[in-house]
C-alpha cells in the first residue's frame, strides 16, 4: 500500500495551526512589551494574521486524511478509524495543482477527502505537465 509518511501528513495538517499560534504569541508580545502606536498596529496585524490561519486550520483539517492505496483498495485513516472502499466505490481522485494534494470523491458521500501522496511520488506543483506515478495506478484502476 502506497501512503505519504505520518511527518509529512501531521506537518501538512498542523502547520496553519501552528503558525497562527506563533502569530498570536508575537502579536501578544508587542501588544505588551509595547508602547509605541506603530507597536499597537503591528500587534493587530499579526493577531489578525494568527486568527486568519487558525480559520484555515478548522477549514482544511477535517478533511485532510491519511490514505493508503493498493490494486485492490483505497483506506482511509482517520484518527484511530479506519475505514475500507473497493475501487468501485471510488468515484473520482483528482490532483489539486499547485499543492501536492489528491482530492478523492466516493460513491454515496458528500464530502471529499484531501491526502498526500507517497513519498516517492511527487508532483512538481502543477509547474510541469506530467503523469504522476500514482495517477498512472489510478487510470490502470478505472
Not at 24 to 36: D, K, Q, V
Not at 56 to 69: C, P
Not at 93 to 98: A, E, F, Q, T
Request: net charge positive; aromatic share 16%.
Amino acid at each position: 500500500m502506497k501512503e505519504a509518511s505520518p511527518v509529512k501528513f501531521y506537518f501538512a495538517k498542523y502547520f496553519f495551526l501552528a503558525f497562527g499560534l506563533l502569530q498570536w504569541s508575537c502579536g501578544m508580545l508587542l501588544f505588551l512589551r509595547g508602547e509605541a502606536e506603530k507597536n499597537k498596529r503591528a500587534a493587530l496585524i499579526f493577531f489578525v494574521l494568527g486568527l486568519t490561519f487558525v480559520a484555515l486550520y478548522f477549514l482544511i483539517a477535517a478533511k485532510l486524511k491519511r490514505v493508503a492505496i493498493s490494486k485492490k483498495r483505497v483506506t482511509i485513516i482517520d484518527n484511530d478509524k479506519t475505514d475500507h472502499y473497493e475501487w468501485p466505490e471510488v468515484k473520482s481522485i483528482k490532483l489539486v495543482p499547485y499543492f501536492n494534494l489528491y482530492k478523492l470523491k466516493l460513491r454515496g458521500k458528500k464530502e471529499r477527502i484531501y491526502f498526500l501522496p507517497d513519498h516517492n511520488i511527487e508532483p512538481l506543483f502543477g509547474l510541469f505537465p506530467h503523469e504522476p506515478e500514482l495517477a498512472d495506478v489510478l487510470k490502470k484502476k478505472k
